[in-house]
């Protein structure tokens, strides 16, 4: 008897540990941009396998505006306790803080767990546009100095340097169209609002749209006959559209190291990888040590294009 009741109360002092340990909270992944755009995508790709690896329910937040920098702001602000994420294209890190005339936060305040995906930025347009190449641009833009409108994801973000380097490059000058996001800028296309947008690629599938530039180093499989801006004679014209996980700074190694291997552990996850492929999204993993140095060069790198195009806002 005594050793049943011993056992009896083993198990229940067990139990009560059990109950006494606290489960696991929520991870919040925030997307800086509307949902619909390709950084929603991938996230939504990835959020299942994600919260297998880290043991617990990611829930993805879109909070959208100012091309990224609201909900990257939240990040900033937030506990740095790995609870809470930030899963955004290159513009609101690499490119925000050294255009806007007071950001509301550094680059350097943000710490990368992982490059996730990267591809070049496609100039996409409606394919009963009538434009087909790059010569019908610069053809449109000439004839009406300023006119000719292009839309882009907001304003400093990488469609709109993309072009600004294309129009320095043609000699030619273009009517900037923001929006919110490339989902807000395709729906203005649809509409006829706009004729041109350069953004992610898997949007001219997906759309139903016609690819007119790659800004790559290379052609890309899905659109091989869709040339580069370096064969086309503009070899500076390559900007690529990353996307990664960050979190605020502050969050200790050993959170960093356990986010990373899970990021690492997703990416490789087959199914990951085949709905990454269907979806176009080409999977680009860097460890958190790799994808810290890729960044701040990126950032160096649009911020020198920044100067020199005057692109700064103004105060």
């Known amino acids: 008897m005594k050793r049943l009741a011993r ?23 925030i997307i800086p941009w509307p949902a619909g755009g390709g950084t929603d995508v991938i996230g939504r790709l990835i959020q299942p396998a994600l919260s297998e690896q880290l043991g617990t329910q990611v829930v993805i937040r879109n909070v959208g ?6 909900g990257t702001g939240e990040v900033v602000r937030s506990k740095p306790d790995g609870q809470t994420l930030l899963l955004t294209s290159m513009a609101a890190v690499a490119i925000q803080p050294a255009f806007l005339a007071r950001p509301p936060y550094r680059a350097d305040q943000l710490i990368p767990v992982c490059l996730v995906a990267e591809a070049p930025a496609v100039m996409m347009t409606p394919r009963t546009s009538g434009i087909t190449s790059l010569a019908d641009i610069a053809a449109k833009a000439r004839a009406a100095p300023g006119q000719m409108p292009y839309a882009s994801g907001g304003v400093g973000g990488l469609g709109h340097l993309a072009m600004t380097a294309l129009t320095r490059a043609l000699g030619v000058q273009m009517n900037h169209i923001p929006y919110r996001g490339s ?40 659109y091989p006959n869709t040339p580069t801006a370096k064969e086309l004679g503009h070899p500076d014209l390559v900007f690529p559209l990353w996307t ?9 190694d050993a959170v960093l190291d356990r986010l990373d291997a899970a990021c690492d552990r997703t990416l490789r996850t087959p199914s990951v990888v085949e709905s990454m492929t269907r979806a176009s999204h080409p999977i ?8 810290g140095e890729y960044v701040r060069s990126e950032a160096v790198k649009y911020a020198a294009l920044i100067q020199s195009s005057g692109l700064r806002q103004a105060e």
Do not use: C
């Open 65 to 70: 505006g100012a091309t990224g920098t609201i």
């Open 7 to 29: 056992r009896a109360a083993m198990a229940a002092l067990a139990t009560l540990g059990l109950a006494a340990a606290p489960a696991r909270a929520q991870v919040q992944m």
């Open 284 to 291: 680009r993993y860097l460890n958190r040590h790799r994808a």
């Open 244 to 252: 990664a996980i960050f979190v605020p700074l502050a969050t200790p």
């Open 183 to 222: 989902g807000d800028a395709i729906l203005a296309m649809q509409s006829g609002t706009v004729p041109l947008l350069t953004a992610e690629a898997t949007l001219v599938h997906q759309y139903q749209l016609h690819a007119v530039v790659v800004f790559g180093e290379q052609r890309l499989a899905d």
